[in-house]
Structures are given as C-alpha cells and as structure tokens.
C-alpha cells in the first residue's frame, strides 16, 4: 500500500470529523440568521461541511 505524506492515524482522522461538524454547524447558524430553517441547513452542513458554509454565505436573506 502506497505511504501517504500525511499522518493517517485514528486521531487526525477524528479531528477531521469534528472540524467538519464544525463548519456544518456554522453554516447552519449563518444560514439561520439568514432566514432559513436551521434543522434543514444542519443536515446539509454535517452532509457538506465546508461547500455548506460557501453557500449559506451565498444565500439570499429572506424578506419578511
């Protein structure tokens, strides 16, 4: 099996995991304060992480 220039260990993968959870979670609170339904954008933030935030930045407020 080919070596990887990067630790593959079972701590870096978990830290990975949880910076996703964390990008997904913000992209759902920006997208909340945007006007949008946080219980859809929190499933799409943990599912996207980091394209997530791209697009609740990208959202259109909502107007009331």
């Known amino acids: 099996?080919?070596?990887?220039?990067?630790?593959?260990?079972g701590s870096t993968i978990l830290a990975?995991?949880?910076l996703h959870c964390v990008i997904?979670?913000?992209?759902?609170l920006v997208?909340?304060?945007r006007g949008r339904r946080l219980g859809?954008?929190?499933?799409?933030g943990?599912?996207?992480g980091t394209a997530a935030l791209v697009a609740a930045c990208l959202v259109p407020a909502k107007q009331d």
């Open 24 to 28: 997904g979670v913000t992209a759902a």
């Open 40 to 44: 859809n954008w929190l499933i799409l």
């Open 1 to 9: 099996m080919p070596e990887f220039p990067w630790s593959t260990d």
């Open 31 to 33: 997208a909340q304060r």
């Open 16 to 18: 990975l995991a949880v």
């Open 46 to 48: 943990l599912i996207g």
